[in-house]
């Protein structure tokens, strides 16, 4: 008896006076297996019937042999175990194993009948398909689906679905929902298992956020071949998340803030910046402030949308804060805030006076400063950034912070930054001086918050060198009157280490008490 299970192609030899001799075929569709993993040797079969007598067997690919196309092809023609009472004869072909991903395939195998020497043939197909797994994000108010793509296929294939238990899930039961989907002009076919609230809700208080769901496929083109192995399909239940950078800058400085959302799966539903004490909703290109909304980004096992408010320098004045509203349907949320603080720092430069043997101390304040100190940048006259290695330059220790009491970080104090200037560099600088004077510059910029932007300005400290100059003032009087002489001194720029006065021509020094 014929096995009822392969009859899919039936080729027919009619011969005089006898029974046909017919070649029916076993055509397989099946996984492609990964190239890291080894694909197994594949067995394709032919059944003869209406022999008298076992006939010989060839099987060829394109025309050739196929046991002479590489090594691991073999061929069981099927005569040992001839079945004379029923006449017919079955012949296999062994396709080898390989570590490769194989393409399509077509054999034959031709059958000679021993009665009349004629051929008959029957071509038997092996088809490949690949499952790609795709990694779901997943959300109780949103999306809930996963999604298993089969391509290479031309006729849609069975797929099953698996829960982290291994149970086998029915399309309707359980809160599941199965669409096999359907196959597109790439030979690609999608999937989708999707999850109710409620079984999602479930899945997770025994597994966790993270499941792990599988899937497999069968081919119904020939439903006799073997249904893939399971695939896993990772599905990430997300939660939202919100949060937002702040700024520090100094005062007429434009700046930044923005506004975080993570735990997305798609783009916000949307977004809005706020200005609570001043006025309420921004718009977008008014009073000089930027909206930038964001795009949904792909960031692995989540999604999140970045929102930036450019805020201009014309409104930098003070301290302030500003206030992201988002909607998030997928999460079930209508309005979720979070505010982003701006704070406003502002910078005195002291002016200083340089004689030519003395260390100079030049003094830049950073006022309304948080607890961790500013950068500070200073420049000298010609324009070049000091650094802590600049000869003639000392910044070691030179950040002082002032807080108020209690604060904790959170008050704001002031901060003094300091730059030596040594006695020789000053000699060196003088050479550049207009008017006996040079600028120094410095700028600030939050170590805090490392991407707010530096000053919008450089402050110039002047150095204004002194000369020293003395002026004695005579005075004229009567003889035994008793009379005052001055002697003024100026380009100091502290007290003078001492004074004398001498009397050249009568005794040399002459003392008070004299």
């Excluded at 006025?279 to 692995?300: A, L, N, Q």
């Excluded at 004689?355 to 100079?360: L, Q, S």
């Excluded at 904790?408 to 000699?427: D, N, R, Y």
């Amino acid at each position: 008896m014929i096995p009822w299970n392969i009859a899919l192609l039936i080729l027919t030899l009619p011969g005089s006076g006898r029974a046909d001799v017919t070649v029916s075929s076993e055509s397989k569709e099946m996984e492609n297996t990964k190239p890291e993993n080894y694909s197994p040797a594949i067995e394709l079969s032919c059944v003869i019937s209406g022999l008298t007598k076992a006939a010989e067997v060839v099987w060829t690919k394109a025309g050739s042999d196929v046991t002479n196309l590489a090594e691991g092809y073999s061929v069981d023609d099927g005569a040992e175990y001839f079945n004379g009472e029923e006449g017919y004869q079955v012949t296999t072909l062994t396709v080898p194993g390989t570590e490769e991903k194989r393409e399509n395939m077509v054999f034959t195998c031709v059958v000679t009948d021993p009665g009349t020497e004629r051929t008959v043939q029957a071509t038997p197909e092996l088809r490949f398909y690949t499952i790609f797994p795709m990694r779901a994000k997943l959300t109780l108010h949103g999306a809930r689906s996963l999604t298993c793509k089969i391509s290479g296929v031309t006729d849609p294939v069975e797929v099953i679905w698996r829960d982290m238990d291994w149970n086998d899930i029915t399309d309707g039961e359980g809160g599941y929902t199965i669409s096999q989907g359907s196959v597109n002009e790439n030979q690609v076919q999608e999937a989708t298992l999707t999850i109710s609230t409620g079984s999602l809700l479930n899945a997770t208080d025994y597994h966790g956020d993270n499941l792990f769901y599988r899937c497999a496929a069968k081919s119904t083109k020939y439903p006799e071949s073997p249904p893939s192995s399971f695939t896993l399909v990772n599905a990430q239940l997300l939660h939202f998340g919100m949060y937002t950078t702040e700024s520090e800058v100094e005062i007429n400085t434009s700046t930044n803030v923005s506004c975080v959302v993570y735990g997305l799966s798609k783009q916000l539903d949307s977004v809005k910046w706020e200005k609570p004490n001043f006025g309420g909703v921004i718009t977008d290109g008014t009073d000089g402030y930027k909206i930038d909304v964001g795009s949904y980004e792909d960031v692995g096992y989540s999604g999140r949308q970045e929102s930036v408010l450019t805020i201009p320098a014309s409104e930098v004045k003070a301290d302030s804060n500003f206030t992201c509203v988002v909607e998030s349907l997928e999460h079930g949320i209508d309005e979720e805030k979070e505010d982003a603080n701006l704070f406003v720092f502002t910078i005195t430069p002291y002016n200083k006076k340089a004689t030519k043997n003395i260390d100079v101390t030049l003094t830049c304040k950073i006022n309304n400063i948080r607890d961790e100190p500013a950068y500070v940048e200073w420049v000298d006259p010609e324009g070049n950034v000091i650094a802590n290695d600049t000869e003639g330059y000392d910044m070691q220790g030179s950040i002082t912070m002032h807080v108020g009491n209690g604060s904790i970080g959170w008050l704001p104090g002031f901060q003094e930054a300091f730059l030596t200037i040594s006695a020789l560099k000053l000699q060196e600088v003088r050479k550049q001086a207009v008017n006996s004077v040079v600028e120094y510059e410095c700028s600030a910029w939050s170590s805090r918050y490392y991407n707010s932007p530096a000053s919008g300005k450089k402050h110039a400290i002047a150095v204004t060198f002194l000369t020293l100059e003395v002026e004695a003032k005579d005075v004229e009087v009567s003889t035994n009157t008793s009379a005052q002489i001055s002697c003024v001194v100026t380009g100091l720029t502290r007290q003078l280490d001492s004074v004398k006065w001498e009397k050249p021509n009568s005794g040399g020094a002459w003392r008070s008490d004299n």
